[in-house]
């Protein structure tokens, strides 16, 4: 049986077991010792050292999105409440920025509806570089330029606003997808966007592309209903259009995906599922591993034997390229869940909450 949510990003899980917890989090913003993991001599290593940091005071803090520019250089977007000096009122920051040797909370301007603006949460993030940084609110799309932050594209035209963004990709400033709720795609491509009609009322959770030598472009979006009956689709976008490729598998709902083109595609929510490429009418069959016993919200790779997946109670997995590895008896949590997971070159990164806590793990092999 796996643990899921029946509500994604909004009600906390209520914990019907015993959970025997191990963690390396501690409470305030505080970084943890590296612990080591050593297996065998695999396709790629399952050897990493990790730290943890826990942020946040007397809320609902969380971490929503990473984007990784290198080691040095890594932002965290959601919201983060820290009580102010006085100890009377709470202070929410929605970004935070890793040096290299320490986290710095932020603060972004977010536009809302009309003339408001405020601190409001940030629900994603996406790099083409260290001075070309993109930030999504809701319904604000927002550029870091290495000097200033400015608000490029407003999507909420009219209330109430039912395409709350979840997730963003693109290949340059000028070409970059938001997904959403309703089955919500907007696109920006530089100084104007459109919404790209879907079809459906699905929430979509996850976006993700790819650009080849060639400058080919592949870009899919997975939405999921996860409400009974359970459904999911997943769309191929090109330019200003979106298709649904069928996916025949059980009915089980799926939130996130990596693949890497013409090859395979991996796709996570109830349990994960793999196919040899996307296209329509891909078979697509459920890990017979079962990797897993907890629900899985995110997946990234880099290669096909470097891949890695994160999800409830603080699940943090690494495939090799011949076995996977789970790393949740070091870094589990208690009452939590890892909602996004990247890997790039020798390092996973992992973000999410536990309790009332924002916490982010990093592995470095």
């Given at each position: 049986?796996?643990?899921?949510?029946?509500?994604?990003?909004?009600?906390?899980?209520?914990?019907?077991?015993?959970?025997?917890?191990?963690?390396?989090?501690?409470?305030?913003?505080h970084?943890?010792?590296?612990?080591?993991?050593?297996?065998?001599?695999d396709?790629?290593?399952?050897?990493?050292?990790?730290?943890?940091?826990?942020?946040?005071?007397?809320?609902?803090?969380?971490?929503?999105?990473?984007?990784?520019?290198?080691?040095?250089?890594?932002?965290?977007?959601?919201?983060?409440?820290?009580?102010?000096?006085?100890?009377?009122?709470?202070?929410?920051?929605?970004?935070?920025?890793?040096?290299?040797?320490k986290?710095?909370?932020?603060?972004?301007l977010?536009?809302?509806?009309?003339?408001?603006?405020?601190?409001?949460?940030?629900?994603?993030?996406?790099?083409?570089?260290?001075?070309?940084?993109?930030?999504?609110?809701?319904?604000?799309?927002?550029?870091?330029?290495g000097?200033?932050?400015?608000?490029?594209?407003?999507?909420?035209?009219?209330?109430?606003?039912?395409?709350?963004?979840?997730?963003?990709?693109?290949?340059?400033?000028?070409?970059?997808?938001?997904?959403?709720?309703?089955?919500?795609?907007?696109?920006?491509?530089g100084?104007?966007?459109?919404?790209?009609?879907?079809?459906?009322?699905?929430?979509?959770?996850?976006?993700?592309?790819s650009?080849?030598?060639?400058?080919?472009?592949?870009?899919?979006?997975?939405?999921?209903?996860?409400?009974?009956?359970?459904?999911?689709?997943?769309?191929?976008?090109?330019?200003?259009?979106?298709?649904?490729?069928?996916?025949?598998?059980?009915?089980?709902?799926?939130?996130?995906?990596?693949?890497?083109?013409?090859?395979?595609?991996?796709?996570?929510?109830?349990?994960?599922?793999?196919?040899?490429?996307?296209?329509?009418?891909?078979?697509?069959?459920?890990?017979?591993?079962?990797?897993?016993?907890?629900?899985?919200?995110?997946?990234?790779?880099?290669?096909?034997?470097?891949?890695?997946?994160?999800?409830?109670?603080?699940?943090?997995?690494?495939?090799?390229?011949?076995?996977?590895?789970?790393?949740?008896?070091?870094?589990?949590?208690?009452?939590?869940?890892?909602?996004?997971?990247?890997?790039?070159?020798?390092?996973?990164?992992?973000?999410?909450y536990?309790?009332?806590?924002a916490?982010?793990?990093?592995?470095?092999?």
């Amino acid at each position: 049986m796996k643990f899921c949510k029946s509500s994604y990003f909004i009600a906390r899980p209520i914990i019907a077991a015993v959970i025997i917890f191990v963690s390396i989090f501690t409470s305030g913003c505080h970084k943890s010792n590296p612990v080591a993991v050593t297996t065998g001599n695999d396709t790629t290593s399952h050897e990493y050292a990790w730290q943890g940091w826990t942020f946040g005071e007397n809320s609902g803090s969380i971490i929503y999105d990473i984007a990784v520019i290198n080691e040095n250089d890594i932002w965290a977007v959601g919201q983060i409440y820290m009580n102010e000096p006085t100890g009377q009122t709470e202070n929410m920051y929605n970004a935070a920025h890793w040096d290299g040797a320490k986290w710095e909370l932020k603060k972004i301007l977010v536009r809302d509806y009309g003339s408001l603006t405020g601190y409001f949460p940030i629900k994603s993030v996406f790099a083409f570089s260290s001075n070309n940084i993109w930030f999504a609110s809701y319904a604000d799309l927002i550029q870091w330029d290495g000097n200033s932050f400015s608000s490029k594209a407003f999507f909420m035209t009219s209330i109430p606003f039912y395409g709350q963004v979840n997730k963003m990709w693109g290949t340059d400033e000028n070409n970059v997808y938001c997904v959403g709720d309703n089955g919500a795609i907007f696109h920006y491509t530089g100084k104007t966007w459109q919404k790209i009609e879907t079809g459906t009322s699905y929430k979509i959770y996850d976006i993700k592309g790819s650009v080849d030598s060639k400058n080919n472009i592949e870009i899919y979006a997975v939405a999921a209903k996860i409400d009974y009956p359970v459904d999911r689709k997943i769309f191929s976008i090109s330019g200003n259009t979106a298709v649904n490729v069928s996916i025949s598998a059980a009915q089980r709902d799926l939130v996130g995906l990596w693949f890497q083109p013409n090859t395979k595609c991996y796709a996570v929510g109830d349990g994960m599922f793999v196919a040899n490429g996307i296209k329509l009418n891909s078979q697509w069959s459920f890990n017979e591993e079962e990797i897993s016993n907890y629900y899985l919200y995110s997946v990234d790779g880099q290669a096909l034997n470097d891949i890695t997946v994160s999800g409830s109670f603080g699940e943090l997995q690494h495939y090799n390229g011949n076995n996977w590895r789970s790393y949740r008896d070091l870094i589990g949590l208690s009452n939590g869940e890892y909602y996004c997971v990247k890997i790039k070159n020798n390092m996973i990164i992992a973000a999410g909450y536990n309790n009332s806590k924002a916490v982010i793990a990093i592995g470095k092999r």
